[in-house]
């Protein structure tokens, strides 16, 4: 039975007020059609578009910036490579600009299928991907039909609340299951066995879609996921470190002394660089930078409880005189290291070759009754610490842990 296009008129309406309102869709006059939504332009191939042509650059940099992340701690968690993992979602969510991306946070097209399932939103107007036939409503011609959506069970998609919980999903679920989980260990192997991160990561792609993941093949799937991973040379992510690290300005510092041991990322696989450093956690990367040793006297400060995580680094620093408590008998170890107590701390451990004697600071904000003001010049004379373009030093200022992190490394490779 064919239905009036003055149905189909209302139905466009409707889905383009429906479009607008998502914020993603800034660009709704590049919509791809639905069959329902343009009886003329709509196809069925459309559905798995993006809802506007190309996504700009700034779009896509931040949909790979922020999957980065979940790739990598799911990568640390299970396994699979974290290139694979961002590549797919590229292609298969159109950097998160697809309707089943936008409606349902699906970025793996990964279904649900049955009629009306749980936790599932449906994509409507894609082509008949079901075992059976499904009634159609109207017929424009070849990838132009409207299906009866209510007797559909082939285009329903799991709904995620977030992008990082498909990441996940993926990775802790789907990709560990009985059908493509071979393609994990012989991943591992051929690491270990001296293949690159690049042609492991494209090998793992052939084997899970040969296996079904994907209808084209693996020859297919591979060719096409590898061109987005080396576009944006998401080999990168590959590299052992942390998620929130890859790219940053402090990199490399970070890799290099946590190889070391002298700090730690969280349990979520990040580093959190950006993260303000607490005094406890500086006590904890000072200790370990220089390893200290107790020494038997007893110090106490009444807000560091013997449970606290980070109550024999701060007995240490405070036994060997390299960070001291704030006065009335405390630490105050959660909060945030300054740039003028970082100086001391340095100062205090010795790191220099000869103590500053200078009567004046070029700091705009530094003056010589400062009680920081002999470790900040020696700081800055040892090439250890600057100050800001603006003639400040910005005594009150927090350390970030990439900071902190950054000082360390350069204190290492002067001594």
């Known amino acids: 039975m064919m239905v009036s296009r003055t149905r189909f008129a209302s139905v466009i309406a409707l889905c383009f007020t429906m479009i607008l309102v998502n914020s993603v869709t800034t660009h709704a006059a590049s919509i791809n059609y639905l069959p329902f939504e343009n009886a003329e332009l709509g196809r069925n191939s459309n559905a798995y578009l993006s809802i506007y042509g190309t996504p700009s650059i700034e779009l896509k940099e931040a949909f790979v910036n922020e999957i980065g992340v979940y790739a990598k701690a799911a990568n640390a968690k299970w396994g699979a490579p974290t290139s694979a993992i961002m590549g797919m979602a590229i292609i298969e969510s159109g950097y998160g600009t697809t309707r089943i991306a936008i409606h349902a946070n699906n970025i793996f097209g990964i279904k649900a299928w049955g009629y009306n399932p749980p936790n599932a939103w449906q994509l409507k107007g894609q082509p008949n991907e079901d075992y059976e036939a499904i009634p159609v409503l109207a017929d424009y011609g070849r990838d132009r039909i409207i299906y009866d959506e ?19 999903y993926l990775s802790g679920n789907l990709l560990l299951n009985y059908r493509y989980g071979f393609a994990l260990n012989q991943y591992r192997d051929r690491i270990n066995s001296g293949w690159s991160n690049e042609d492991a990561s494209k090998q793992y792609l052939y084997e899970i879609a040969d296996a079904g993941y994907n209808h084209l093949g693996g020859e297919y799937y591979r060719n096409t996921i590898t061109k987005v991973m080396e576009e944006w040379n998401l080999y990168q992510y590959d590299e052992k470190g942390f998620a929130d690290t890859v790219g940053h300005w402090a990199n490399e510092e970070i890799s290099f002394i946590t190889s070391k041991g002298w700090a730690n990322g969280y349990p979520d696989g990040t580093f959190k660089p950006g993260e303000n450093l607490t005094r406890a956690q500086a006590a904890k990367m000072i200790s370990n930078f220089i390893g200290l040793k107790p020494t038997g ?4 400060f009444s807000d560091v409880s013997d449970s606290f995580w980070g109550k024999d680094f701060i007995t240490r620093v405070a036994q060997h005189g390299v960070m001291n408590g704030i006065g ?32 004046t600071s070029e700091f705009n904000d530094i003056n010589k009754s400062y009680w920081a003001f002999s470790a900040i010049e020696t700081m800055k004379q040892e090439g250890i610490m600057a100050g800001y373009p603006n003639g400040n030093f910005g005594p009150a200022d927090p350390i970030t842990r990439a900071q902190m992190a950054a000082v360390m490394y350069r204190i290492y490779q002067k001594e």
């Open 150 to 168: 209510n007797k559909r069970r082939d285009n329903w998609y799991r709904k995620f609340s977030s992008y990082e919980e498909a990441v996940n």
């Open 297 to 300: 006297e007893n110090i106490q």
């Open 328 to 359: 009335t008998g405390k630490f105050s170890p959660e909060t945030y290291m300054t740039r003028a107590q970082m100086a001391q701390m340095f100062f205090n451990a010795g790191f220099y070759q000869q103590v500053s004697t200078t009567e």
